[in-house]
C-alpha cells in the first residue's frame, strides 16, 4: 500500500470554512498528488508535488491550494469550502522505477460533504 | 491531445468470460500505459502495465494489449470471476510533465 494514510479519512463542513486534508507517506517519495473522484469524472488531478516546496497546479485547482513542507505530507486546502467540493479525496505518491514509468499508488481517500 | 478515451462506460459479462475494455489516446509522446482497478470504498490499486515498446504483456488472467500505429490499447480479463467486479481505469503517462492522464473509467460487472 505504499505506506500512504489520509487524514481525515472522512469530513461534514459547512459552506465557507477551511478544511485541510492530510497526505502522509512512510518512503520518502519525492512525487505526491492530490485528485478528486466524482461520479461521471473518473479522476481529476487538484494539485501534484515534485518536491518539498515544488508544486504545481492540475486540471481542476480552482479554490485548491496545497502545501509541502516536508517529504512526507502534502496538505491540500480548501479555503472557503464550498458544495460543489464535496467529493472523495485521493492521495497518491509515484515510485520511479527502473527506466522511467509513472506507476502511483493511492491512499485510502477522504470523503469530504460540505453543505 | 492529452485525453484518454475509455470504452465502454459499463460492461456486464457472465462468470467464465473475456471482460475487454479498450482505450485510445492521441498524444504519441505518452510512454507508459497502466491500468487500475478499483473497488468500492478504496483507491485505485495499480493492476498491470505496459510500455509501447512491446504489443503484449500478461500477468495472470490479465493481458494487456497494445497497438502503438493505432494509438490503442485494451486490457482484457480471461476467465472473469465475480471477484473482478469493479471499476476499471486506464491512464497514460508522459515522464516530462509527471502527470497520468486518466480514462473515465469502466464499471465491470461479473454475473455469476
Known amino acids: 500500500d505504499a505506506g500512504i494514510t489520509q487524514s481525515p479519512r472522512h469530513k461534514v463542513t459547512e459552506t465557507g470554512t477551511p478544511v485541510t486534508l492530510r497526505c502522509h507517506q512512510t518512503e520518502n517519495h519525492r512525487y505526491m498528488y492530490w485528485y478528486r473522484q466524482d461520479p461521471g469524472h473518473g479522476l481529476r488531478l487538484i494539485h501534484y508535488s515534485y518536491g518539498v516546496k515544488d508544486t504545481d497546479k492540475g486540471e481542476v485547482s480552482d479554490g485548491y491550494s496545497v502545501s509541502r513542507s516536508k517529504t512526507e505530507d502534502f496538505l491540500l486546502t480548501l479555503e472557503s469550502a464550498t458544495s460543489s467540493q464535496t467529493s472523495v479525496y485521493f492521495c497518491a505518491i509515484r515510485k520511479l522505477a527502473s527506466g522511467g514509468g509513472g506507476e502511483q499508488y493511492f491512499g485510502p481517500g477522504t470523503r469530504l460533504t460540505v453543505t | 491531445q492529452q485525453q484518454v478515451k475509455q470504452s465502454p462506460q459499463s460492461l456486464i459479462v457472465q462468470k467464465g468470460g473475456i471482460s475487454i475494455i479498450n482505450c485510445a489516446y492521441e498524444?504519441?509522446?505518452?510512454?507508459?500505459f497502466p491500468w487500475y482497478q478499483q473497488f468500492p470504498g478504496k483507491g485505485p490499486a495499480l493492476l498491470i502495465a505496459?510500455?509501447?515498446d512491446v504489443s503484449e504483456k500478461k500477468e495472470g488472467r490479465f493481458t494487456i494489449s497494445f497497438n502503438k500505429s493505432a494509438k490503442q490499447f485494451s486490457l482484457h480479463i480471461m476467465d472473469s470471476q465475480p471477484g473482478d467486479s469493479a471499476t476499471y481505469f486506464c491512464?497514460?503517462?508522459?515522464?516530462?510533465?509527471?502527470?497520468?492522464?486518466w480514462g473515465a473509467g469502466t464499471k465491470l460487472i461479473i454475473k455469476p
Open positions: 498524444n504519441t509522446a505518452f510512454d507508459y
Open positions: 505496459i510500455r509501447p
Open positions: 491512464a497514460a503517462f508522459r515522464d516530462s510533465n509527471y502527470q497520468l492522464i
